[in-house]
């Protein structure tokens, strides 16, 4: 199975400031032959399923804010919030849809400042 | 744009079997790949398996032996079994839509979920 590891486990941050996650899976989900990152971003708010976000790594899904974005590279990826809102008080997940199984960070929980 | 919801006993004996349905609308129950994913109070996501119109699947190994899948075109519901269920199998859960085009996407519509204790 592939593990994904996200750091920090919580962060706290000041209305209007960056925030940003890390996420490092234990293989790399870079498939070579079409160069593309099997990663996502998702958020979920306290009793809501989770959202998706951002998906091939940093694609932003249609209606996020452009607030959101994500990079990396085959291991190693970050989620940015570039100024925080109080609407995105929530706990984030990365996801890997590699190889099944597919697999979830633990989460980081985002709260404010 | 494709709604799901999850129904089924909140209340499970240990020992006895789980079994939840999704409903789908909004689109065709033939277009993508369905999913259960589920998540202990407090805890975070694990996915369960998905399954394909024609009955394609694929299990998390870690449940593999518990678990099957099914879909029901006529009446456009996805359905759950787990069996032999402990007090672990306590959470809520998911049902998830992926798409294929040229290989598998990201988990793009989740239904609300349902919680699922087991307790005798």
């Known amino acids: 199975d592939i593990v994904m590891t996200q750091s920090p486990d919580s962060l706290a941050v000041s209305l209007g400031e960056r925030a940003t996650i890390n996420c490092k899976s234990s293989?790399?989900?870079?498939?070579?032959?079409?160069?593309?990152?099997?990663l996502a971003w998702y958020q979920q708010k306290s009793g809501q399923p989770p959202k998706l976000l951002i998906y091939?790594?940093?694609a932003r899904k249609p209606g996020v804010p452009d607030r959101f974005s994500g990079s990396g590279s085959g291991t190693d990826f970050t989620l940015t919030i570039s100024s925080l809102q109080a609407e995105d008080v929530a706990v984030y997940y990365c996801?890997?849809?590699?190889?099944?199984?597919?697999?979830f960070g633990q989460g980081t929980k985002v709260e404010i400042k | 744009q494709v709604r799901l919801q999850e129904s089924g006993p909140g209340l499970v004996r240990p020992s006895e079997t789980l079994s939840l349905t999704c409903s789908v609308s909004g689109d065709s129950i033939t277009s993508y790949y369905w999913n259960w994913i589920r998540q202990p109070p407090g805890k975070g996501l694990e996915w369960i398996g998905y399954i394909y119109h024609t009955g394609t699947n694929n299990y998390n190994p870690s449940l593999k032996s518990r678990v099957t899948m099914s879909v029901d075109t006529s009446r456009k519901q996805v359905s759950l079994h787990l069996t032999s269920v402990t007090a672990a199998d306590t959470a809520v859960y998911y049902c998830?839509?992926?798409?294929?085009?040229?290989?598998?996407?990201?988990?793009?519509?989740w239904g609300q979920g349902t919680m699922v204790t087991v307790s005798s």
């Open positions: 998830a839509k992926v798409g294929y085009t040229t290989s598998f996407e990201a988990f793009d519509v």
């Open positions: 091939w790594a940093s």
């Open positions: 293989h790399s989900v870079l498939y070579n032959s079409n160069n593309k990152k099997y």
């Open positions: 996801q890997q849809y590699y190889s099944t199984p597919w697999t």
